[in-house]
């Protein structure tokens, strides 16, 4: 088996090297210096696939072209396109540059054209720039490109039994655009193939390339010179950290005193510099009057798949599979929860709504974490069976959200480092957290839930079940101790 020469500037390495040529300089020199991608975003990888596999079936009696031997692949892409076919995962190859198109469609005598297959839900600018490519490579080992597409998700697709692929896809022309890349792409090349090809490795240069269009992976390494309360934790203070960082000031406590902050920010950087906690008593108490007994700790797991897995839902919607309720009766009164987990292998929400019906009642406040996300779920659901919808909505109107306060800044720790999230919260104000945890947040808790059943034995779906109780059971059992806690705070001076 041939293997492929890592000095070839592919379209995966293009899209790297314009975004950083140290990033680029890296995968063809030092690839061991990529850490191996997380669980979110394999996953993402993978769905990006299936939605690959999908979009073949748009052009019947298309030839799939084996990836494993790369010399073979090379041979064969170049033997097929006499058949006039669709071809996908044709590949090509010139001057140093590699390419391999998605769907190669024939049109006319000898034409073809691009139809590169995103599994996001828009066309984006980075598309362009990955189509110029492949038609640069193309064009310059003798294939004649007449248009360019891109077949892009279809958010408002809902599915109704089998997956229809003409439904699914967007499929959007994007020649003009792509045409207005191709002088440029081709002196991009030119310097990326230099930049593989340098035996020094380019200088780290931190910026908003950094996540854009994609987060790079040697961040962590790149980054690794900013301290802990650095500029850029600074509450809601975005890409203005960068003209800090061209000042040379790294931490929030070297700012200088004159520097306009928001008051939430001045907060930040006043409990940075006094080692302080910051305290509201008199909105913290504004806040617990709005807390109607019987108060009820409510949250949602969910998942969400580009290509849906059941009826009535659409690409990426967030489906919940899991709640945890706490119930206090009154204040000092010990919570009984509730607890629901579906089942992986089947539609859960129709249960999961008769479940937290049951189980809510209807008097008394329910609290959330970031109550928005909780409210959308309750939305969907209402939508999605009618005999709920009524009540659904009754639930939002019933909905205080716990975030309020620490949004607000009326409770401040610098252990939060500018972040009002639970995750933060919830260890700054009392000691708890998830460190330790099987699941730890609510994207990892999603792919657990998908994993059940996909050749798992018994003990370990009951295992991983178990995991997602506990963490789902946090979310709202620490929900009660942040407002104990708030309690407590509220009677200071």
């Not at 406590?253 to 920010?265: I, M």
């Not at 580009?306 to 839902?313: H, S």
């Not at 700054?428 to 839930?449: F, K, N, P, Q, R």
């Amino acid at each position: 088996m041939t293997r492929r020469n890592n000095s070839l500037l592919s379209k995966t390495r293009y899209i790297a090297g314009m975004q950083c040529p140290r990033y680029l300089w890296v995968i063809a020199n030092a690839r061991e210096r990529i850490p191996q991608p997380d669980a979110g975003t394999q996953f993402a990888f993978d769905q990006g696939h299936e939605v690959g596999e999908l979009a073949k079936r748009l052009f019947p009696g298309g030839v799939d072209i084996p990836s494993e031997d790369f010399a073979a692949s090379l041979r064969q892409s170049r033997e097929l396109l006499s058949d006039r076919v669709p071809l996908f995962e044709a590949a090509f190859m010139n001057g140093g540059k590699y390419a391999r198109v998605d769907i190669l469609q024939p049109t006319g005598q000898s034409d073809w054209n691009i139809i590169e297959v995103k599994s996001s839900t828009k066309v984006k600018d980075v598309h362009y720039r990955d189509v110029a490519f492949q038609k640069h490579v193309c064009q310059q080992a003798g294939i004649s490109i007449d248009r360019c597409f891109l077949a892009h998700v279809n958010n408002q697709y809902v599915r109704n039994g089998e997956i229809l692929p003409d439904e699914f896809f967007d499929i959007v022309d994007i020649t003009d655009e792509v045409a207005t890349l191709s002088a440029a792409t081709c002196e991009h090349a030119q310097e990326l193939l230099s930049t593989m090809c340098s035996p020094t490795c380019p200088e780290a240069i931190v910026g908003t390339h950094c996540n854009d269009p994609y987060d790079c992976p040697l961040r962590e390494e790149c980054w690794d010179f900013l301290p802990d309360d650095n500029v850029f934790s600074l509450y809601r203070f975005g890409s203005a950290a960068y003209t800090l960082l061209d000042r040379g000031i790294f931490s929030i406590a070297d700012l200088p005193q004159e520097f306009p902050l928001t008051r939430e920010q001045q907060i930040q950087r006043n409990c940075l510099v006094d080692g302080a906690i910051h305290v509201e008593p008199t909105a913290i108490r504004s806040f617990l009057r709005s807390l109607e007994y019987p108060v009820h700790y409510l949250d949602f797991e969910t998942f969400s798949t580009a290509i849906p897995l059941f009826d009535g839902i659409r690409p990426y919607q967030q489906v919940p599979f899991q709640f945890s309720l706490h119930v206090v009766q009154q204040p000092g009164d010990t919570p009984k929860q509730y607890a629901f987990l579906g089942d992986a292998t089947c539609d859960p929400r129709r249960e999961l709504s008769a479940a937290l019906r049951a189980a809510i009642g209807s008097e008394g406040c329910i609290v959330a974490y970031s109550k928005s996300f909780e409210i959308g779920v309750l939305h969907a659901l209402g939508s999605a069976f009618p005999e709920y919808e009524v009540w659904a909505e009754g639930v939002c109107d019933r909905m205080v959200d716990l975030l309020v306060p620490f949004r607000g800044f009326n409770y401040y720790n610098p252990s939060q480092r500018g972040s009002a999230s639970l995750k933060r919260v919830l260890p700054a104000l009392t000691g708890e957290g998830y460190d330790g945890l099987a699941i730890s947040d609510g994207s990892l808790a999603g792919l657990a839930y998908l994993s059940c059943g996909a050749g798992m034995s018994a003990e370990e779906i009951q295992q991983v079940r178990a995991n997602l109780l506990e963490y789902c059971g946090l979310d709202t059992s620490g929900m009660i101790q942040i407002v104990e806690k708030l309690t407590e705070l509220s009677h200071s001076s």
